[in-house]
């Protein structure tokens, strides 16, 4: 499930859309915008075009290098964005506990929240570290604004590998720009996405301060795994 398949080689879902979809970005950008410049929006679709190319020979390599390239640029000025109260993207930090080190780790992801449910399509499926992470703790925490501020909030994360993780992802959408530019991102970047669920604990959500490792995750309930019908 998940593939769209041609006579040589398999691409996954919604990959060429949100290629084209980046690209069209770009170009819209350096044609509408004043002092656009050509050689970027050049770069910009040969990095499109690469990533595609890359997703066809490999989807290791691919996630290789995408969460290479996220772990010692993208993520860590996300996370610092975060904790000065600057959220360009719209994101939210996510927080696990690694599975082999039992150390405190954060990630910025896609901000899906619905209520008391937050929802994220990983762009690197099972192979996210996250991902494995909450395969042996699914208790997690979400930083989210509230208000005029950001604050923890726990949960209790459920993997859900029988949804349409691209259908779930127009949902998320629902017309918000900035989660539509983001799910740009997860589709161009990704190569086996998977739809995460966290229902949301919202009256235990944690104090605006932010310690290094965070207070204690409370024993939470069992998630529902029927949420991935809806």
Known sequence: MGWIATPDFRLPRGLLGGAA??????????LVGPGGSRLSAL??????????LLTVCSRRAKVLVVRTVQR????????LLLAIGINPLGLAILETTGHVTGRTRRVPVGNGRQGDAFWIIAEHGMRAGYVRNIQHDPRVRVKLRRGIRYRWVSGVATLLPDDDPLARQRRIIAWHP????NAINVRVLGADVLTVHIRLV????????????GPDRPALPVPDRRVGRQ
Not at 21 to 30: D, E, I, K, S
Not at 72 to 79: D, E, S
């Open 21 to 30: 979809a980046a690209t069209a970005l770009v170009w819209g950008v350096y």
């Open 43 to 52: 770069v910009q679709t040969g990095v499109y075009l690469g990533l595609v």
């Open 72 to 79: 010692y640029t993208i993520n860590p000025l996300m996370r």
């Open 178 to 181: 900035l989660r539509a530019l």
């Open 202 to 213: 919202l009256e235990a959500a944690a104090s605006p301060s932010d310690p290094a490792d």
